[in-house]
């Protein structure tokens, strides 16, 4: 299992992430909205600024205050390692 750290120590499993996008657009919002009616909101922001929101195959919402374009640098950081690993295999 593959884990990526979305801020604050903080840490999702990366098999589980659909999508990482910005709170901005109205329907990003919208989805916000409805995961916190439904239970399903993850606010790992600290009391921070949402700056991304993660989206993952079980209809969680995860609200980070990091940056998107850092999420998915960890996220395509630890692929790139992962796949260093099994060639030394």
Do not use: C, W
């Not at 990366?14 to 993850?42: C, D, F, N, T, W």
């Not at 790992?44 to 209809?59: E, P, Q, W």
């Amino acid at each position: 299992m593959k884990l990526i750290n979305v801020g604050f120590s903080n840490i999702v499993s990366s098999q589980r992430i659909i999508a990482i996008v910005s709170p901005e657009s109205a329907p990003i919002k919208r989805m916000i909205m409805e995961a916190r009616e439904k239970g399903a909101l993850i606010d790992a922001t600290y009391g921070r600024r949402t700056r991304s929101v993660i989206i993952t195959d079980s209809d969680h919402i995860i609200l980070s205050a990091l940056q998107t374009e850092t999420v998915a640098g960890r996220l395509t950081k630890d692929d790139d390692n992962l796949f260093e690993e099994d060639e030394l295999e």
